[in-house]
């Protein structure tokens, strides 16, 4: 059993020589370090906060942004152990295939490998969320959903697809990664997790090849040198792209970044709230659309309306999946619409009920929605970052006509209507949320021109530098991120116990 | 006057009174005044929850030119002519409600006359 270790407590001048470093102690880091527990390999993880939350910790991922308002750089993610599922919401779906696909109405488009290639790491990570039993489409479906019926939707561009929730025990929030994984991090003796252990420079050698060896610093002062075979930067969308571009000692503009992509296409999941009012010609939904059922195996289940493929690529859409929210009132004109079309189409509408939709969208990747670093520094002396946020509206145009379709196959099946809300800009921008959903920043690509990693998640040009996580996502999904990129760091994993073997 | 006969009067009288109110006035059901479109607008059973609904369609076509449009398009009926057009795609959206255009169009019309 190996106990965490503060770095603060190591001298300065220390020097370790581990297999592997794992840079950040999230999802993805805490991930591959249990995917290489009990290996012959000795793994360092190396995390910059504590256990718990420290708001001087916290601070330093600050940082300044332009554009587009979106939440502080320093409020979507968390600098302690388990990272972001310390304020996670649970909510887990797999990718579709499309979202791997180069879709030729999606510019930069398209992953190194189809969903295949990830297929054999979803119940893996599925077990490592403890989203419970593995049900998700090609499985489930309403019949197992609990009470109520699926509601028609004729066949058209959206069906009801299901979220799977990450467990809650007893009044403890879905699994957060640092409480829940640390005893197992303890228990396995090649591992080596390390606290207060803030990475400040990545130092290639001479002919910028390798990393020759990482620089750590704790916040009291102290200094150590990591020099690993093999380093995984593991820290998240956000806060890989500082370690990369403050890295610039050996090749001027970053590490990776020769191509000058690092940082760029910095995407989230945009989540504009009441986006649609969706009416129920015959009466209440079934429960599992508003809110979250427990199955009788354990299994928490929601629905929501996903986009086929088909529709995707005859719509010209982007992913997304749009769910009930809450039950809403409608005014004289919406009771109106509802009446008139209910009694146009031969529909009793007399206990029709309706409800707002909210929605997970996929932006289009953005090469100029970006991260830069700033001229302030941070408590270490590490540069701070600025984001350059931006939406297109074409993202908001593409939704909407995802709405119209769900809209219209309503009234196919004459299951109901809906009216969209938003029309303008400013309408989705109203009520807009964010997933918190650092994707992008440090793409994966085969061709290094378009990507920082290859398909493996190694840098490009570099023999020993990998990133996990789902800054390497080249495009994005609606589904959200951390089941989808535990599942691509258990493939990374594999892949690094054979190139060290 | 025999009792018999006072009450046949007396409900004579009622039932007159009630056609009278049921004709002339709108406590049973609503009248509207004769239009050149009354034949495309049968097909509402609710005319004035189409004409607060068609209250929100701007445009520039008049009562005349969407009665032709209409009298074409709903020659199979209202519901089947509405399910043609979802199941075509022809839809239109009336202050974010996403409908069916002949519905759209028939809600405009009873708005305009």
Redesign the interface.
Known sequence: MTAFIDARTLPTGTVLTPDIAIIGGGPAGISLALSLAHSKLNVLLLESGGMNFDPTIQKMYSGAQTGVPYEPLDVGRLRQLGGGTNHWGGWCRPMDEIDFERRDWVPHSGWPFSRKAMQPYYARAQDLVEAGPWSSDQKGDASNAGEGSVLPLNGGGLYTSWFQFSKMRGDILPTQFGNRYRDDLKHAANIKPLLHANVTAIRLTPGAQQVDRLDVATLTGKHFTVKPRITVLACGGIENVRLLLASNDVMPAGIGNQNDLVGRFFADNPIPRDVATLVSFAGPLAPFYGSNQTLADGTIMRATFATTAAFCRAGKVGGSLSTIEQPVELEDAGKAAVITTALALGVDASNAKAYSLGCGMELMPDPDRRLTLSGEKDALGLPRLKLEMRIADEDFARFRRTLTELGRQLLASKAGLLRINCSHREDWLKNMGWGHHHLGTTRMNDDPKQGVVNADGLVHGLGNLYIAGSSVFPSYSASNPTLNLIALTLRLGDHLKKVVA | MKRRDAIAGVVAAAAAATAGLYRFTNLFVKHYAPTPYDDVLA????RE??A??G??IPGTLNPATLAARLRSGLKPG??AA??AD??A?R?T????????E??AL??ALASRV
């Open positions: 097909q509402l059973v609710d929850q189409a607060r609904l209250a929100g209202l519901a509405a399910e979802v199941a795609g839809m959206e009336v202050d974010g409600w996403v409908l069916p002949s519905v028939l809600a």
